[in-house]
Each structure stands twice: as C-alpha cells, then as structure tokens.
C-alpha cells in the first residue's frame, strides 16, 4: 500500500472479450498532480480510463486510489467514491436546459445553489445561460458545460478525455484555467488523456506516452518535453 499516490496501477491489463487493448500499464499519480497522457489515435488512451472507471474488466493488475485497491468496483460506485469523468463524447441531455443537466448530476437540489456558484467561477458565461437548452450550445460550450458539471461535483481524482478536440484556443485557454484554478484550489488530482500536446503541456506536471497499449516513455514536463512529445506523436 503506498498512500503517497492518488492514483496507481500497476501492470494493468484490460479490453474487448480477448483482444487486450491495454497491456501491462503502471502509473502512479501523485494527489495534486496533473497528468498527461498521449499517443496516437487507436492507441488505447480511452479504453485505459474506461477500465479506471470500471466499464472495463480488469483483466491483469491492480487499480488503486488513494492506496485502496478498487480493481473490479462498479462505475457508479466509482463516480460516488469521487473519481470524476470527462468522457470524450457529448453526454449531455440535449433538450435540457444548462440549469437542468447541472441539477441532474447533484444528489440533492439543496446543494444546487453553492454547486452554480462552483461553475460560474470555471465558466462564467453559464450563468447567463442557465435556460439554454445543452442541445443548442456550440460544441466548445458543450464540453465546458460537462466539464464544469464534473468540477462541480468536486471529484477527488478527475479523468478527462480529450477535452480540447476540436476546441478555438481561446476556450482550450479557459479549460487550462479552469483545470490549474481547481488543482490549486481543491488539490484534485487529474490524469488528462490528450492529443492536443501544447495544451497537455501547458497543464500537467508530468506526462507518459501510451503506444499499443503500453506505456512507451514517461517523463516529468520540462524543457526537453515539447521535442520527446513530438517524436513519439509524428506519424
Ligand atoms: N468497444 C470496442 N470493441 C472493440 N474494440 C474497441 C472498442 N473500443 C475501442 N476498441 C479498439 O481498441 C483500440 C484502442 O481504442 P481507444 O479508443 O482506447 O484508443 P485511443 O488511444 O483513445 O484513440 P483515440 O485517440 O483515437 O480516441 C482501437 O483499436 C479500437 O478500435
């Protein structure tokens, strides 16, 4: 048991029936710590925090938060035990207003009022917006909005999946922000699966490259990480 780390896995395998996607990954993540994880599309990146989250079976290897192993524990438990999720694609109830897919995410409406003042400190702009129905915001608002819905629910460990595709700078900008703002503040610990290398960089403390599911190289984020990213990410 090792408590220093918020997040470990150690020799961790996991897939699709007996294809293996991930094989063999150890990470270990310290409370605070924002980590990045790249590499090239098809490379495993989603199917690692799929299996984190327990949608996948862990085949091989042990996950464990906070030194307690959770391998094999159900995702809503998971998610109730304070790992938060920022999944790749849109989840969000499109005919609902902004106000309501917030709402949804709480246990209790009696934590709605101090959960929107969470939010509006990452994204100011929802506020104003509270009636909009999720369906009719841009995509950049979209990923904000789920974002901010899993700030909001104060995750302890936070796992976010290429939350800048198809992003404007200025709002890949604001999620950096957001990320360092709720880091500094409330000490999460956030692994951050990207493909977007400036703004991995820009944000995390330390970084790995996952290529066919195996951890390729690993370093902590300085000078010579910009040049070591790009090699392993040119085609
Ligand atoms: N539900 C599934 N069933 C079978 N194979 C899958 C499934 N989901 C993903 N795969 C395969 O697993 C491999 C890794 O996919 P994964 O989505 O984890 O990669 P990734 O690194 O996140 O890629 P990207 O950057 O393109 O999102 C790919 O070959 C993909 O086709």
Do not use: C
Not at 71 to 80: F, H, M, N, S
């Amino acid at each position: 048991m090792d408590e220093a780390f918020k997040l470990k896995l150690s020799g961790v395998s996991s897939g699709y029936g007996a294809v293996d996607v991930v094989n063999g990954v150890s990470l270990a993540i310290r409370s605070g710590e924002i980590f990045a994880l790249m590499g090239k599309n098809g490379m495993g990146k989603t199917t690692l925090l799929k299996t984190i989250l327990g949608f996948l079976r862990v085949g091989e290897g042990k996950i464990e938060v906070d030194g307690t192993a959770i391998t094999g524990r159900k995702p809503a438990e998971l998610i109730a035990s304070g790992i938060g999720y920022v999944p790749q694609e849109l989840p969000l109830f499109q005919d609902l207003s902004i106000r309501d897919n917030l709402r949804l995410a709480l246990k209790s409406d009696r934590d709605l009022a101090s959960a929107l003042d969470r939010v509006y400190g990452y994204f100011p702009f929802l506020e104003d917006r509270l009636a909009q129905k999720a369906g009719t915001l841009s995509g950049g608002e979209q990923k904000m909005l789920i974002l901010a819905r899993a700030l909001m629910l104060r995750p302890k460990v936070l796992l976010i999946d290429e939350v800048s595709e198809g992003l404007q700078p200025s709002v890949v900008h604001n999620i950096a922000n957001a990320l360092r703002d709720d880091r500094e503040k409330r000490g999460t610990t956030i692994l951050l699966v990207e493909q977007n290398l400036d703004f991995a960089l820009s944000v995390a403390d330390r970084w790995a490259i996952l290529k066919l599911g195996t951890i390729e190289d690993e370093s902590s984020n300085g000078l010579d990480s910009r040049g070591r990213v790009l090699q392993h990410l040119k085609i």
